[in-house]
C-alpha cells in the first residue's frame, strides 16, 4: 500500500511539471510574435546559453581568441619583414650584377691595354735592335775605314784590337836605344828652361815682361835652393848676359851649372810645329772650350813647341849626361810649386824625389774629372790611347823625372804618342801626352797624386809633392798598373 502511494505521487508530480512547462511555453509564445513561434523559442533558448557561456566556460574561449590574434598580429609583422628582406636583397643582386658587369668591363679594359702594351714591347725590342745592328755596323765600318787609312799611311806600328768596343795602341819599346847607368852617381841633373813666348800677362805681374817674369824667378830659385847643384839651363842666346852673373855664384865652387841655347828659330824649325799651327789656328779647336782662344796656348805659337820640348829636352839630356849622374829631373822656373822647395831644403827634396824616381819615371797627378778636353784635347780622341779609360787625373808638367833607362824609355813613348795624337787631331800640351802615356802604360811609371785618388773630384794640391810634410810612401805605380790592369781584364 505504501508503494502503490508513493507511485501515485511521482505521477502527481509529473504532471505538474508538464503543466508548468506548458505554461511557461504559453507565456512565451504571448510575449513574442504569433506568426513566428520557432524564432522567439530559438532566442529564448540562446538568451539561456549565452548566459551559461559568459557565466562559466565562455571567459576560456574569449582568452583564446585574444592569444590567437596576438599571434596572427605577430606573424603579419615577420611577414613584412620577410617581405622587406627579400625587397632588400632584390636590390642587393641588382647592385651585385652592376658591379659584375663593371668588373667584366674593366677586365676586358685591362686585358685590351696589356696586349697593347705586349704589342708595343715587342715593336719597341725591335727598333732597339734595330739599332744595335745599325751601331755596330756603324762601329765596323769605322774599323774598317781606319785600317784602311791606316794600311794606306803605313803607320810604323799597328792597332791592336782589345776586343772590348776599343782599340789601342801596342808600343814596342825595344825600339829606342837603352840608356845605361852602369857607372853614374846617386845624383841628380836638374833642367830648367825659359824661352820666351811673348806672354801677355802672368801671375798678375804689373808691367809685364820676361825680364821680370821668368829671367827673375830662375835666378830666385837657383840662388836660393841649388847652389853646388848639377844642372842645366835652356835659354835663349840673347839673354846670356843675364844669366852669365848667376852662373859665376851657383858655379863658385865647382862648374856644375851650364847652358844650352835653343833658338825661337829652332822651334819654329820643329818637325810638329806645322801640325800644332794647323790645329791651333782651325776654328772648331779654338771653340772646343772658352778659355783657349785667349790663353797663351791659343794666341801663341810658340807655347806648344815648348812646353812639348820639356821632356825631349830633358832626354837630350839624360843621354850626353855631362855630369855622370843616374837621375834627370825638370822643374818649371815659372813660380809656383818649385819655389816652394826651400821650404823644406833642396837635400830633402832630392832624397824623396830619387826615392821614386828609383826604377820609374816619376809624374804628379791632380784631379781633372769634369771637362770634356784636357788642354784642347778631346777626351774621346784620347780614349785610343788610353785604352779606353777616361781620365779623372792630369799629369802636371812641372816636375817630371827618372832614372836615365827610365827617362831614355818614356821619352821614346812620348814622342810616339805625340805624333799619333797630332795626327788624330789631338792638340793639347805636354801634360796631354803624358796623361795617356799614365793611362795606358802605368807600369813605366811612378805616380804622386796630388789628391786622393778615389775621390778626383776633390781638387787636390798641384803643389803638393814639396808643401806635404810626410814620410816616404813606397811608389804607387806598381799599385796603379795592378788596378788598370783589372779594369781592362773585367771589360771597363
Known amino acids: 500500500m505504501a508503494l502503490g502511494g508513493a507511485h501515485r505521487n511521482k505521477n502527481y508530480l509529473y504532471v505538474a511539471t508538464v503543466v ?38 565562455g571567459n576560456n574561449v574569449g582568452g583564446l581568441d585574444r592569444d590567437l590574434a ?28 652592376q658591379w659584375d658587369k663593371k668588373l667584366e668591363g674593366l677586365t676586358d679594359t685591362w686585358e685590351a691595354h696589356d696586349a697593347s702594351i705586349k704589342q ?17 755596323s756603324n762601329q765596323q765600318q769605322q774599323q774598317q775605314q781606319q785600317q784602311q787609312q791606316q794600311s794606306q799611311s803605313k803607320p810604323k806600328k799597328q792597332m791592336k784590337d782589345a776586343g772590348v768596343r776599343r782599340n789601342f795602341w801596342e808600343y814596342d819599346f825595344s825600339k829606342h836605344e837603352d840608356l845605361s847607368e852602369e857607372g853614374l852617381s846617386e845624383d841628380v ?3 830648367f828652361g825659359i824661352i ?10 804689373a808691367n809685364y815682361s820676361f825680364e ?63 801640325d800644332i799651327e794647323r790645329i791651333r789656328n782651325s776654328d772648331w779647336w779654338k771653340s772646343t772650350t772658352g778659355w783657349l782662344a785667349g790663353s797663351p796656348q791659343g ?42 822647395i826651400a821650404g823644406r831644403g833642396i837635400d830633402k827634396f832630392k832624397e824623396k824625389t830619387m826615392h821614386y824616381m828609383q826604377h820609374r819615371f816619376l809624374t804628379v797627378l791632380s784631379p781633372y774629372p769634369s771637362n770634356h778636353e784636357i788642354h784642347g784635347c778631346h777626351r774621346e780622341t784620347m780614349y785610343q790611347f788610353t785604352k779606353g779609360l777616361a ?20 821619352a821614346g813613348l812620348y814622342e810616339e804618342l805625340l805624333k799619333e795624337s797630332l795626327r788624330a787631331g789631338c792638340l793639347g800640351t805636354e801634360e796631354t801626352v803624358l796623361t795617356v802615356a799614365v793611362y795606358g802604360w802605368p807600369e813605366e811609371f811612378t805616380i804622386y797624386f796630388n789628391a786622393d785618388p778615389k775621390t778626383p773630384f776633390d781638387g787636390g794640391d798641384f803643389c803638393a809633392l814639396v808643401n806635404r810634410e810626410e814620410d816616404w810612401n813606397e811608389p804607387v805605380g806598381e799599385k796603379w798598373a795592378q788596378w788598370v790592369a783589372k779594369q781592362i781584364e773585367k771589360g771597363n
Open 299 to 340: 794666341y801663341s805659337d810658340l807655347y806648344n813647341p815648348i812646353v812639348m820640348h820639356k821632356l825631349i829636352w830633358l832626354s837630350q839630356l839624360a843621354k850626353s849626361n855631362p855630369f855622370r849622374t843616374k837621375y834627370f829631373m825638370w822643374l818649371d822656373c815659372g813660380g809656383i810649386c818649385t819655389p816652394n
Open 70 to 97: 596576438d599571434k596572427q598580429s605577430r606573424l603579419e609583422a615577420l611577414q613584412q619583414e620577410v617581405e622587406e628582406a627579400n625587397q632588400k636583397l632584390e636590390g642587393a643582386k641588382k647592385q651585385y650584377n
Open 196 to 205: 820666351n813666348m811673348n806672354r801677355r800677362d802672368h801671375l798678375g805681374i
Open 189 to 191: 841633373t836638374y833642367l
Open 212 to 274: 821680370n817674369d821668368y829671367l827673375h824667378h830662375l835666378s830666385q830659385i837657383l840662388l836660393k835652393n841649388f847652389k853646388n847643384q848639377k844642372l842645366q839651363i835652356i835659354i835663349e842666346s840673347k839673354y846670356n848676359k843675364h844669366i852669365e852673373p848667376l852662373l859665376s855664384q851657383l858655379n863658385s865652387n865647382s862648374k856644375n851649372a851650364i847652358v844650352r841655347n835653343v833658338e825661337t828659330s829652332d822651334l819654329r824649325s820643329w818637325k810638329h810645329y806645322k
Open 391 to 410: 781620365p779623372a787625373f792630369v799629369v802636371k808638367g812641372w816636375v817630371m823625372g827618372g832614372s836615365r833607362a827610365a827617362v831614355g824609355r818614356v
Open 20 to 57: 508548468l512547462i506548458i505554461v511557461f511555453i504559453s507565456l512565451g509564445l504571448l510575449s513574442n510574435s504569433a506568426n513566428n513561434p520557432i524564432t522567439s523559442s530559438t532566442s529564448t533558448v540562446n538568451t539561456v546559453r549565452n548566459t551559461e557561456i559568459h557565466n562559466g566556460e
Open 120 to 136: 708595343k714591347m715587342k715593336e719597341l725590342e725591335k727598333v732597339v735592335d734595330s739599332t744595335k745592328n745599325k751601331l755596330i
